[in-house]
């Protein structure tokens, strides 16, 4: 098993930058594909992103594409997003994710990890 622990949320001003990042303990951080998920009031968790292992793949979701930055350190058992252009509909309480395999999903019904969710506010 594996506990997730996300920092990094916020306000900030539509086309500002941040930076979340997600702490992991327990069983080895590497066995683990790591990603973000988001969710909005009154809207389903949306996929945003996800890194392979190794760090060497990666995938994002079509509204975040060109914007954020998965990215992972494995010396420190950590995963990064970098959030840039920020708007307003980026609001939202961000999950850090981990899978159980090499590569990770876009479907949240294959996460069997969540950290508790960091909020991200981005005012207009």
């Known amino acids: 098993q594996v506990q997730l622990v996300e920092s990094g949320g916020g306000l900030v001003q539509a086309g500002g930058s941040l930076r979340l990042s997600c702490a992991a303990s327990?069983?080895?951080?590497?066995?683990?594909?790591m990603g973000w998920f988001r969710q909005a009031p009154g809207k389903e968790r949306e996929f945003v992103a996800w890194?392979?292992?190794?760090?060497?793949?990666?995938n994002y979701g079509d509204s975040v594409k060109g914007r954020f930055t998965i990215s992972r350190v494995n010396a420190e058992n950590t995963v990064h997003l970098e959030m840039n252009s920020l708007k307003p509909e980026d609001t939202a309480l961000y999950y850090c994710?981990?899978?159980?395999?090499?590569?990770?999903?876009?479907?949240?019904?294959?996460?069997?990890?969540w950290g508790q969710g960091t909020q991200v506010t981005v005012s207009s």
């Open positions: 994710a981990a899978y159980s395999g090499r590569y990770g999903s876009e479907r949240q019904h294959d996460v069997p990890y």
């Open positions: 327990g069983r080895t951080f590497v066995l683990y594909a």
């Open positions: 890194v392979s292992r190794s760090g060497g793949t990666t």
